[in-house]
């Protein structure tokens, strides 16, 4: 995007910077304030400590939707060391974890929804398939291996002189 030249005034380049410097001071405060309402012994006081400090932000809850927990990369917030581990070990009676997890200059307070167990166990001929392709696979390797055992390998310099 291009924008033309503008020039500002220095009275309204000093607003600008005491905006973004008092912007920048209060989400410092803010994320100091969440971190000390997550060390907090679990109960309803650190529920509504992180709840007020959650609304008088103007923040909402988000949901991220379904991971695993085995999930590298959670929907909406990408790879957070020790997230998923945390998120995890979350309960009705423990919802909040004991840290704020960032990622670069975001600040993620997580808290428990609800776990889901996967219903959708495999079906008989999916099985079959699945073993089905363990075993080409097994039989691949076990080839190649023995392909390997017996090869020789011969350079040819000539090739190798052109590149």
Known sequence: DKKGAASTSLEQARRDIARKIVARERGTQWLTEAEKALAMPAGPEKAAKINTLVNEAGLKWESTGSFDAGSQMI??????????????????????????????????????????????????????EQISRSRAQDALSSWEKKLAEKARIHRNLDLVAEQ
């Not at 990622?103 to 889901?116: A, E, L, M, Q």
Request: hydrophobic fraction near 35%.
């Open 75 to 128: 929907p909406k917030i990408g790879n957070v060391e020790g997230l998923t581990a945390a998120a995890f070990a979350l309960s009705k009676d423990q919802p909040y974890p004991t840290q704020l997890f960032r990622n670069g200059p975001k600040g993620y307070v997580i808290r428990f929804k609800n776990v889901t167990e996967d219903k959708g166990q495999a079906k008989p001929d999916e099985a079959a």
